[in-house]
């Protein structure tokens, strides 16, 4: 099972773990089951992440984009499903702008290798390395 959080990214990332079989679900940070992209493009959720915040995941993927990623970064309810999937050793993945502007904002993962979207690698947390690849995998 699988949670995901709007726009290109998850929607991509949405159709490989369906065709994969996996159990996706798609949540909200928004209070609002309609979506309306910074694009324009108006998607349905399946959840808000408010009655999410007790379940278990094998994955939690944030996306990018802006103002998405800062949008993710203020949830105070994902940050602490952020954590709690880390600190029980499940997976979790980040995207695009929410490397930066995100998880590394919360200062969870220390001592990491973190790639992002070119134009936001100066604002990777001191307490992470930024590094110029396409993919980075970690283990904390």
């Avoid at 998850?10 to 065709?19: A, K, N």
């Avoid at 802006?66 to 880390?86: H, N, S, W």
């Avoid at 993945?93 to 790639?115: M, S, Y």
Wanted: with cysteine; hydrophobic share 45%.
């Amino acid at each position: 099972r699988c949670i995901l959080i709007l726009e290109v990214e998850p929607l991509s990332t949405e159709d490989v773990l369906r065709r994969a079989g996996a159990v996706v679900t798609v949540a909200s940070v928004e209070k609002e089951l309609q979506i309306n992209t910074c694009h324009g493009v108006k998607l349905m959720v399946d959840s808000l992440i408010n009655d999410r915040a007790l379940s278990v995941f094998d994955l939690i993927s944030l996306s990018g984009g802006m103002p998405g990623a800062a949008t993710l970064r203020d949830c105070k309810v994902f940050k602490v499903m952020v954590e709690k999937q880390a600190v029980d050793g499940g997976l979790y993945a980040a995207t695009c702008a929410a490397p930066a502007v995100a998880r590394g904002f919360w200062g969870l993962f220390i001592g990491i290798k973190e790639a992002c979207y070119p134009s936001f690698m100066e604002q990777v947390s001191s307490s992470a390395s930024a590094v110029e690849s396409r993919v980075q995998q970690e283990s904390t």
